[in-house]
């Protein structure tokens, strides 16, 4: 059975160093249809490994209830990869970030008593051993040294970010955690991303990561340098332009890591895929497309078969790079340097060129070479092979979204009851004389949660005016005497703060005339944070949905009982599933145009085509999903206007200014049927006229 080890250059399997080109594809992120090919085109693409997180947050959703099933078939995921000859990289966190609901933890843990997340604190640690100890010995026969793909495992994810808000406290729970990992005798090495801690290999995560190898190798010099994630482009937020990353660049950051003296990289992510049900981190959108070199649906990419050709030159010279020491640089010019890599009678030269603005003219070894900006020339045995900037003709792929016919059949409708008028809830509601955040009742088992009090207004108070609401989140819809008057402005802020109250507080323009007023609010999750930094100087533990503050017309309090009503009512009768029968659905499409919480429901036939398909559901404003009675995902039609972090614009480029982030939904095709059942609820108000079904091609 193979023996994982590591020396000073590279990930040893039996002995032998092994240059690990390796590509992130999350097995909940597509169905297990997708998985094969998923793999064999990353195979073919000349990836030697497979990584993927673990997730926690999804495998139990309840405590003590624990699912395998379907996309979270983790070891279906690993038997493709063994069929196939891929190695695994197995990130178990438990806590991931990873743009996943809560980063990967499971939403009850917020209710454990006294606990606080990745910190020295026993309910935390008590929880995340029980889960570790059941996930590997669920996984344990894929580990290499019983004869299964896994070659590496990581335990946390990104520590060093958090560590100084922890000081000592943080300290003692690294330890504690190395501790845990070892005693789980899986028999691989552990690895630990951007942090580390005695007895695991501390690896690398960034757009460009040859930058940080001089620190790295001075640091750990008998440690090989592994790249755990290397972003090829970057994931989208609802309300803010799509992320992309040029091939180019992520050719040039690839291959002058390896360069360098790297001898691991995972593309993280290199299938990014879909966020299906409600899986996404606060502000996700539902595609985690990424930019990846395999894109949402699965479909290779330019991107793809450009480094495609970078990895068979890598995998191909791969004896030649592992078994030499870490080349010396040379340098001819300011920005360009040469890295020569040589064994047994074969070469592998890097010509680098780190100028982001010029190309330049070099000499090397008698010859002349014409380097394009941020490019990398790589010369084998001699001979040019290629450049990272050059992107073959015969690699270019073009796709669009096609409409498919037949499409859609016509839409009906049934309008969500406001809380007032609906019959008995399920859910007694809550009588409070304050409002209470929501996922103390929800425990995020929906997205929704209404607050409804009776509001007088003074005959001094009455006209135009604000009405503020200090502390709520995310997403609000707000209805006075029935009939909706306002809803929160997008793009909201990926980060916030809890501790400055403007960063919760929400204020709306409204009309509001002398006497009793019944205020409904529907307050809308757009998921958990991922991290702690999401919501200012906090732990985790303090994330909160809902309303739970002051609410003020034109600056003064206004004080009532509020009753608090988790859910929807179409969701707990599960309209869009086979409670469809249960209400009475119209079909008269212009009295429903534009009304807000309205459920949409149609039909279509499976279209012939094999490609895979989406909804482009341009015409609606926000809401959620479902095929067949499976939830595809929220949606969010908002402009993109937001403007990305500065600090992401050393490597990724917006695109789509202005337009819907998110316009196309996929519908992954293990979950058509011959007939097929399209299910939408829409908060604000749509036109499903322009909503159409559309095949990738
Ligand atoms: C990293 C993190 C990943 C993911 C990524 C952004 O910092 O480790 O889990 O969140 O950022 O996509």
Redesign the pocket.
Known sequence: MPSVSYDHRAVTVDGKRTLLISGAIHYPRSTPGMWRSLMERSKEAGLNAIET?VFWNLHERQRGVYDFSDRLDLRRFLDIAQELGLYVILRIGPY?????NY??LPAWLRDVPGIQMRTDNEPFLREKERWLRLLCDYVRPYFAPNGGPIILAQIE??YG?IAWRYGEEGERYLKRIVEMAESLQVGVPWVM??GGAPGVIETL?AFYAHPLLDDYFAKYPDKPALW??H?PG??DLWGYPHNRRTPENVAYAAARFFAAGGTGMNY??WHGGTNFDRDGSFLQTTSYD?DAPLDEYGLPTTKMYHLARLHRILQDYAPVLVNSERATPERLQEKVSVYAYQQEGRSLVFLCNDDTEGAVRVSYGGRRYELPPQSVTLIGDGRVLMNTAHIEPRDVVERRMRPCEPNLAPFQWWVEPLPDGAPTPLHPPILTDKPVEQLQFTQDQTDYCWYVAKLMILPHQEGRGVLELQGVADVVHLFVDSQFVATTASPLPENRNLDDPESFTQRFELTLTAGEHTLAILCCAVGLI??DWMLGERNMVDERKGFWGNLLWRGEPLHAPWRIQPGLQGEHCRVYAEGSALVRWESSLEVARGKPLCWWKTTFERPKTNAPLALDLSGMTKGIAWLNGRCIGRYWLAPGTGNPEEWLLQAVYQEGEGLPTQRYYHLPSDWLTERNLLVLFEEVGGDPTQVRLCYRG
């Not at 991931?96 to 996943?100: N, Q, R």
């Open positions: 997180y991931i970030c990873a743009e996943t980063g990967g994810n990104e970010n991303c951007k995560n755990t994630e972003w970057w994931y993280y992510m990424y991922k991290g």
